[in-house]
């Protein structure tokens, strides 16, 4: 395999467009980088705490890990029995 190759292989490993499932030996916590806390404390606990229905904003850049990150609290919250 030439480096164009590699290179491609690699390039394309990394959609930014493909959100991770939960639990998969790729996803890596950049919580300490991003400046961010852990969505499971945060919103899970909010969504967890609250006798009403909640409406929370998880915003950030193109790429950066929303949707995976909302994967990973609603598998968490169904652990804990709740519909999502």
């Keep these: 395999m ?7 292989r690699i390039f394309n490993a990394f959609d930014p ?3 991770l499932p939960p639990g ?3 996803y890596v916590d950049c919580e300490e980088v991003r400046g961010d806390c852990d969505i499971l ?6 969504i967890l705490l609250s006798d009403r229905v909640t409406c929370n904003l998880y915003a950030g850049h193109r790429g950066a ?3 995976t990150e909302l994967l990973r609290l609603k598998a968490d919250l169904e652990e ?3 519909y999502v």
């Design 41 to 46: 404390i945060e919103l899970g606990r909010s």
């Design 2 to 8: 030439n480096d164009f190759q590699i290179l491609k």
């Design 65 to 67: 890990g929303k949707s």
């Design 24 to 26: 998969v030996p790729t």
């Design 17 to 19: 467009f493909r959100p």
């Design 80 to 82: 804990q029995k709740y």
